[in-house]
C-alpha cells in the first residue's frame, strides 16, 4: 500500500452530524474503506455505542483494522460484500440498529493502487475485484466471454 491517506471523507461533520443521534446506538459503516468515516464515528459513540464495519476489499479491511485499533471494544469488522448486511446483523442477533452509512463508489486508492486493476493508467493485469477471493476477475470476463455476453454485462451493470 502507498504512504498516502486511504481516503478522506468528505462532508464528515455534516455526516456525523445527522448519523450519530443516539451514543450509545448500533451503527454500521457498509463502505468501511480504510475507516475514516468509522474513526469519527466511534469517537462519538459512548462506551455502550457499537458500530459494525463492512468491506469487501480484505485490503480495506487491513487498513482500518490498524487505523480503529483503539475502538477494539466498540467496533465490528467484516469482511463481506454489505449487500449481505442482512445475514450479518442476524449473525450478530442485531434486529435494529440506530444509523447507517454508505459512502458508495470506487475510492481513490482502488484507482491509484495498481494491483487493483482498476485502472488503465498502468500496464498491470486487469481485475476489478473489491473482493479478491472472487475467482471472477475482469480479465477473465474481458477475454474469454463472448461478445454478446459482454454486451449484456455492459447493458445490465454498466454506467
Known amino acids: 500500500m ?3 491517506p486511504y481516503h478522506i471523507p ?3 461533520n455534516e455526516t456525523l452530524e445527522y448519523l450519530i443521534t443516539i451514543p450509545d446506538g448500533i451503527y ?7 475507516g475514516g468515516h468509522a474513526e469519527k464515528i466511534c469517537e462519538r459513540l459512548n462506551n455502550d455505542g457499537t458500530l459494525i464495519g ?4 480484505t485490503d480495506a479491511i ?4 490498524k487505523r480503529l485499533q483503539r475502538f477494539q471494544s466498540k467496533i465490528q469488522l467484516v469482511n463481506e460484500n454489505t ?5 450479518i446483523l442476524r449473525s450478530q442477533n442485531i434486529s435494529t440498529i440506530n444509523g447507517l452509512l454508505l459512502d458508495l463508489g ?5 484507482l491509484d493502487e495498481a494491483s487493483k486493476g482498476f485502472s488503465f493508467r498502468g500496464n498491470e493485469r486487469l481485475d476489478m475485484r ?6 471472477l476477475d475482469a480479465h477473465l470476463v474481458v477475454n474469454s466471454y463472448e461478445e454478446e455476453e459482454l454486451a449484456d454485462v455492459i447493458f445490465h451493470y454498466g454506467e
Open 83 to 87: 449487500a449481505h448486511i442482512a445475514t
Open 106 to 110: 470506487v475510492s481513490s486508492f482502488q
Open 28 to 34: 454500521v459503516d457498509g463502505t468501511l474503506g480504510g
Open 10 to 12: 468528505v462532508m464528515l
Open 62 to 65: 487491513q487498513e482500518a483494522e
Open 2 to 4: 502507498s504512504d498516502t
Open 130 to 135: 473489491m473482493d479478491r477471493r472472487q475467482s
Open 54 to 57: 463492512i468491506d469487501a476489499d
